[in-house]
């Protein structure tokens, strides 16, 4: 049984499959701007350089790739706050099992997390990723607002919506990656972005 079938059936989450359900990652994005687009072609020649030299590690991830992204998008400034290695706990009801992990990033926005970033070195597939961030994103103390989560390898991304009221839901948008001809960095960060304005 794999780590999402176990979570589902714990926490009764369900994926669900309806297109409306995560719009956010693929409607009405913001347009950027020349100048983001040529850093953007940094980070990923930067990445590209990188894994000419394996094992790619997690936190060389996070320099390279994640950090400027969350910069770009403006997640640095106000009227976001940012944590790193934050602390969860996700406790089972009527099993007394608890589920501890730390989050590699959050973004935070008047108490209300906004984003859960969890990265992994280059050499790990996304779906492990997936139901760790899952996870830490079921253990958000503000449960009536959707929250986002972005796992990352530095080379592949995908995004994930997630609802509390009622039954768990949650979706994944298509995966980006830096191996395609074009720099798919431009649309994580015009993603990125769409998700700090619906808060801020």
Known sequence: MSVLSILEARFNLQRINDEKFFTEWWEDLPEITDLQKQYLDRIREHFLRLIKRPPILENAVKMIVVSPLLDLAGFYD????????????????DKGEIIRGR??????????????IESKRASFSLLE????????????PEQQKPIFGCVTSGEDFQFIKLTHPGTPTY??????????????LYQVLKILKKIGTIVS
């Open 78 to 93: 106000e009227p976001f706050l940012f944590a790193t290695e934050e602390s969860v706990e996700l406790a089972i009801e």
């Open 103 to 116: 989050i590699d990033a959050l973004v935070i926005q008047a108490h209300f997390w906004l984003l859960i």
């Open 129 to 140: 990723a997936i139901p760790q961030a899952i996870t830490y994103m079921l253990a958000s």
């Open 171 to 184: 979706d994944l948008s298509d995966k980006f990656t830096l191996s395609k001809r074009e720099n798919e």
